[in-house]
């Protein structure tokens, strides 16, 4: 792994809300980024499915993954859109991730989240930004 990934990896898993979600980075090689989550009671929902919040934060975390590994530079989410195309319940979820397209300070990535039995369950596309840009009023 590249000195880069594993400060990438560290930057994470140190993350305290990372931590507490229960997230498992599986790989953070150039081009695959994988990541984990293995399913608690936690975080389910009413309905004892996978709470939609808990979807939305895992396709944002390994996108910003895949884009800070790109940019190499703190990054912040400027839009995500998520597709929900399916409960689960119970086993663990996978999420991976890839840049659609690299500008100056934009950039727009693509992620899906599969459930451990290979069910397609979400699709997100995420823009993020490079760089902080201050405004001087």
Sequence with gaps: MSGSSQTLRQRFETSPF????GFE???????????????????????QTVHGGVYATM???????AVRQAVEKDIVTVNMNINFLAPVKE???????????????IVTCESEMYSHED????????????E???IRR
Excluded: C, E
Excluded at 59 to 65: A, C, F, R, V
């Design 59 to 65: 396709l944002d975390n390994i996108m910003s993954l």
């Design 18 to 21: 990372f931590s507490h979600l």
């Design 25 to 47: 980075i599986l790989d953070a090689g150039k081009d695959v980024i994988l990541l984990k989550l293995p399913i608690k009671k936690y975080l389910l929902n009413t309905n």
């Design 91 to 105: 086993g663990d979820i996978v999420a991976s991730a890839k840049i659609l397209h690299q500008g100056y300070r």
């Design 132 to 134: 902080k840009i201050y």
């Design 119 to 130: 069910v397609l369950l979400a699709k997100g596309t995420g823009t993020f930004k490079s």
